[in-house]
């Protein structure tokens, strides 16, 4: 059980797909302008991480080695249409600001990344725990994104507007740095969150050192 | 015709695929380290996403002949998957050279997102684009993302002996750095495309 | 390659298999969800509908009258107990960063009754707030009406445009006017209107 507990805290600290694999950058960057675009964005792609990764492991024995990627593509094809039906059915207007995202998350590295290097070699129940510890891993860095950006970009916190939630006003209107949530912005605020990431495992690291092998 | 310009300069200079849509971020970070690369990933882009721009149109008309109009993702990716597969086969065949420089990142492409995102604009009813108008979308998608990463690529060789604090090196400064070219190309944003025309 | 061996009639086999699987679950699910997603669009065309028009009840879909600017897209009549209450009408103009849809309410008077913002890809922050109250709500819009096309204060009219964002409320100001002229061939008595009615009621309240 253990071992099954590691292996989705990896998927949030150690090898968190954004901030230290570095991967899927296309919706990271475009769907951190607000929190509720960001959630939505990371609960879609943990839901087709979580069900890609557990039909991939079992189907690992059967899907011959040659046409392999054409396999994952398939299934992960299949998950991110339900996923964009079901969104487009049930939460229209995120499913109109997530646009093509929803579509992309088939060529997101992450997916096929994790179906390559995880799910074909292990069993269903860790790779089960491997997809949603990367899924939340992937929202928990959207999430953070977005907790930066849209209070100093939009100047309000926690606007969701198909769950009939106005928001919170954390700053002025016409006092916002728009910047944040223009494209310049995203690449900005994820390069120096990215910085400030490394610098915290570095310290990290070296505290670690010194205590000495505990 | 005046449509045609408008989508060609509006895809490279103000919607840029890269640097305003945020599609292709994968490649154009990983693959801009040297000019040369850049420059063969480009090219390689633009080939595939003015192809796969004509091809996926016509499938899409197809599927919605039959009511098949929810399986265009599924479809759009394995026809780029196999239209890369083509390319390189093509290529090895009759122009070695070109393959030679464009091979290693063939395969790449397929997973790159500007190629399945210009598919997916292409064919949005709120565009309403024609067959030859989605093709020239297409194909100025690619030209934007060769621009955007020959660019930044020149910007990261120089950028390759500067003294940097640990934290910042690889990832982060090129972020940074994107940043910085997003916002020079904000300033195209400002133009007035139809008067700069002529239109 | 003469003989196609087992291995490879597995490989095809194994991949048609799972792609014949995949488009049957896919098949499903939208069976499911397209009626809903149906819903859910009939839902928020109606709430724009009525927002736009408050004083109607039912509204009817109508065809576009001939001399519609290019813009124009749908046209609803609106009725009250049976009697006619204004017209609704969809314009698409284009903006700063695409296509503005929206929709325009004029009651049978000819006023601009309301106007929804339904969709639009302007820059945040300062394009779209084209969607926001204070421009869509100020007196030059409320009070406009057939005889009183608004026009931006630039072009010599009343309407107080956003701060650097001209080009977003032109577009939206052209929307309004292209639906007055649209209302105008629908609202003339002498007219009497195209009759054609599309048949399809998309309101039950």
């Known amino acids: 059980m253990k071992d099954r507990w590691r292996v989705f805290a990896n998927g949030i600290f150690g090898e968190n797909p954004i901030f230290r694999l570095v991967l899927g950058m296309c919706p990271t960057l475009a769907t951190s302008t607000a929190v509720a675009n960001a959630l939505g964005m990371g609960l879609a792609a943990t839901f087709v991480l979580v069900c890609s990764n557990v039909i991939i492991s ?17 299934v992960v094809a299949t998950f991110v249409t339900i996923v964009d039906k079901v969104m487009a059915a049930s939460a229209p207007g995120l499913h109109q600001v997530l646009g093509i995202f929803i579509p992309l998350i088939v060529v997101n590295c992450i997916i096929l990344g994790r179906a390559e290097a995880f799910a074909s070699k292990n069993s269903v129940s860790r790779s089960f725990m491997d997809g949603l510890g990367m899924g939340l891993g992937f929202t928990l860095g959207l999430l953070l994104l ?69 | 015709m005046t449509d045609l310009l408008l989508i060609f300069f509006g895809a490279i200079f103000i919607n840029n695929f890269v640097l305003a849509r945020f599609l292709g971020i994968c490649p154009f970070l990983g693959v801009s380290k040297k000019l040369e690369t850049a420059v063969g990933m480009g090219l390689a882009v633009t080939f595939v996403m003015t192809m796969a721009s004509a091809i996926t149109f016509g499938v899409n008309k197809l599927l919605l002949r039959f009511n098949l109009g929810y399986l265009d ?17 093509i290529l090895r065949k009759y122009s070695p050279g070109l393959y030679q420089a464009l091979g290693i990142y063939l395969p790449l492409i397929t997973t790159n997102c ?32 060769t621009l955007a990463i020959i660019l930044f690529a020149g910007l990261r060789e120089r950028l390759e002996f500067a003294p940097l604090p640990k934290a910042m090196e690889g990832f982060p400064i090129a972020l940074i750095l994107a940043g910085l070219v997003s916002i020079a190309f904000l300033g195209f944003s400002g133009f007035r495309l139809q008067a700069l025309l002529g239109l | 390659m003469s003989k196609i061996s087992k291995d490879q009639l597995r490989l095809v086999l194994v991949l048609t298999l799972i792609a014949a699987i995949s488009a049957g679950i896919l098949a499903i699910v939208n069976h499911l969800t397209e009626p809903k997603i149906k819903e859910a669009e009939r839902k928020a065309t109606n709430e724009a509908l009525a927002l736009c028009l408050p004083g109607a009840g039912d509204f009817r879909e109508e065809l576009l009258p001939a001399g519609a600017g290019g813009d124009v897209s749908e046209v609803y009549r609106g009725y009250f107990n049976d009697k006619p209450a204004g017209v609704v009408v969809k314009v698409e103009p284009r903006g700063y960063g695409g296509k503005i849809s929206m929709m325009v309410g004029i009651t049978a008077e000819g006023k601009v009754a309301g106007i929804k913002v339904l969709s639009h890809s302007e820059t945040p922050g300062l394009g779209a707030k084209i969607r926001k109250d204070d421009f869509l709500q100020q007196a030059a819009i409320r009070e406009s009406g057939l005889g009183n096309p608004p026009a931006l204060v630039r072009d010599g009219g009343k309407v107080e445009a956003i701060t650097n964002a001209t080009i977003s409320c032109r577009a939206v100001v052209r929307g309004i006017n292209q639906a007055l002229v649209v209302a105008e061939s629908f609202l003339a008595p002498a007219a009497g209107g195209p009759e054609a009615s599309a048949g399809r009621s998309d309101s039950k309240e």
Do not use: H
């Open chain 2, 114 to 145: 500007a190629v399945l995102g210009v598919a997916l604009i292409n064919i949005d009813p709120s565009a309403g684009y024609n067959f030859i108008q989605a093709t020239v979308n297409g194909f100025a998608g690619g030209v934007g993302f």
């Open chain 2, 73 to 89: 993702t599924i479809t759009f990716i394995l026809v780029i998957a196999v239209l890369v597969q083509f390319v390189e086969m």
């Open chain 1, 58 to 74: 079992l189907l690992r024995n059967i899907i011959p080695d040659e046409v392999r990627i054409p396999c994952y593509i398939v």
């Open chain 1, 146 to 214: 977005s907790i930066i950006r849209e209070p100093l970009g939009e100047g309000t916190f926690l606007v969701a507007e198909d769950f009939g939630f106005e928001g919170l006003r954390v700053i002025a209107e016409d006092k916002q740095v728009l910047m944040f949530i223009l494209p310049p912005g995203a690449f900005i605020t994820l390069g120096l969150v990215l910085a400030g990431i490394n610098k915290l495992v570095a310290k990290l690291s070296t505290v670690w050192a010194q205590k000495g092998g505990e």
